[in-house]
């Protein structure tokens, strides 16, 4: 099955910085590939994701790129705020399967 | 508007009960999933669901029983609870394209918090 590794698993930024967080997974046949916030005690929400045919992909502060070759894609959040604060997890799919990175804890301090 | 509801939120249990977790969608999905987040946050696919037929099925106990009656529904049954069970389970929807690869975004519901003591 799909193998999907997530660095790294805590990241502490200052306000206004950038952060960047990488994924690489094992399954050359994987398609699909979001990316999910989740707040304390919240449920996982899809905040940007990218195709297999496509190498970036922007939406305002957030960015995230593929490198199909590498089998690793990364996102990249900038001018971070407080409020992004959060676990992101990342993952690809095949096959309806949704496999997940095991999370990074992002906390932005003012 | 809730788009994936679950219920109940919170299920706190003994161990060798028997529970059950319920979900809807009005998004109009033809397919969805059961989710489990164990303590360390990791989420990992148990089953899906597409047009009422089981599509995916991971390698999880047969005391976990998926049943949908239609495709907005999808619920989770469970036998004789143990206490590695205790975990948040979110149901999720989403389309399945025609091709059969499900490339579309997944959305998940508010999830339920069992506790099995």
């Known amino acids: 099955g799909e193998n999907v590794e997530q660095h790294p698993s805590t990241l502490s930024v200052q306000e206004g910085d950038s952060a960047v967080i990488k994924c690489t997974y094992s399954?050359?046949?994987?398609?699909?590939f979001p990316w999910y916030k989740q707040e304390l005690g919240k449920r996982p929400q899809l905040i940007i994701d990218i195709r297999s045919n496509v190498g970036e992909k922007k939406d305002q502060r957030i960015a995230v790129t593929l490198n199909k070759t590498a089998k690793h894609f990364s996102l990249h959040i900038t001018e971070t705020q407080p409020e992004d604060s959060a676990v992101y997890f990342c993952a690809a799919s095949r096959l309806g399967r949704l496999y997940f990175g095991r999370g990074t804890q992002l906390t932005v301090w003012p | 508007d809730t788009a994936v509801s679950q219920t109940p939120k919170y299920l706190v249990t003994q161990m060798g009960n028997d529970k059950s977790i319920k979900c809807e969608q009005n998004l109009g999905h033809d397919t969805m999933y059961w989710y489990k987040q164990d303590s360390k946050k990791f989420l990992k696919i148990m089953f899906s669901y597409n047009n009422k037929e089981l599509i995916i099925n991971e390698t999880v106990p047969n005391r976990f029983s998926p049943k949908s009656p239609d495709k907005a529904h999808l619920n989770l049954h469970i036998n004789s609870l143990e206490l590695g069970d205790s975990a948040v389970y979110f149901c999720?929807?989403?389309?399945?394209?025609?091709?059969?690869?499900?490339?579309?975004?997944?959305?998940f519901g508010p999830g339920t918090r069992l506790t099995v003591t």
């Open positions: 399954d050359s046949a994987s398609n699909y």
């Open positions: 999720a929807s989403s389309q399945m394209t025609s091709g059969g690869r499900s490339s579309y975004e997944q959305y």
